[in-house]
């Protein structure tokens, strides 16, 4: 049963790695198929895999860190507690990916490709867990941190939530 599984054995058993924007990670999947070279439009000029698949974890010690990838991306509630999700599109969004249907909880949670976001464990503070799938398949150079201190400028709605967030130091 999962309800008594500790953060450190989902990390052992899942073989979850630190990752410098999601908290611990695994790619799980990488299309062996390749879009080459030119058949996508800038950014993606210079081809990618066809997709990526990972599993992540959240805990308080490890957030989601701000940060946005090219890629169009969806996020997937597997077990754990749930995370909100900060988005930084329009006045800025808060959605919540988790179990609980009834209270507007998301299992699934699409992120536009270039959408700033971070995410932070609610409930009892403990872990989540879930997975990430990208279209087109994400390359190192797909992946860029936020810098606070200029998105709290663009999004001034949000600024005090851009500021709350959990961000771990480098």
């Known amino acids: 049963m999962t309800n008594d599984m500790t953060a450190d054995e989902i990390l052992k ?24 070279p030119g058949g996508l439009p800038a950014p993606f000029a210079d081809g990618r895999p066809l997709g990526s698949a990972l599993y992540f974890m959240v805990t308080p010690q490890a957030p989601v860190r701000l940060h946005r990838i090219r890629n169009d991306q969806l996020y997937h509630y597997y077990l ?34 270039n959408t700033f976001h971070t995410a932070r464990i609610i409930g009892s503070k403990r872990w989540f867990l879930g997975a990430s799938t990208e279209w087109p398949g994400v390359i190192p150079a797909d992946v ?25 130091v480098n």
């Open 144 to 168: 860029e941190l936020g810098k606070p201190e200029l998105l709290t400028e663009e999004f001034p709605n949000v600024a005090a939530d851009i500021r709350n967030f959990p961000q771990p």
């Open 13 to 36: 058993l899942l073989c979850l790695e630190p990752n410098a924007t999601c908290g611990f990670v695994r790619e799980t999947y990488r299309a062996t198929q390749e879009i080459a």
């Open 80 to 113: 754990g507690d749930p995370i909100e999700v900060l988005l930084l599109r329009g006045q800025g969004e808060h959605v919540i990916v988790g179990p609980d249907l009834r209270a507007g909880h998301h299992v699934q949670l699409l992120i536009p490709g």
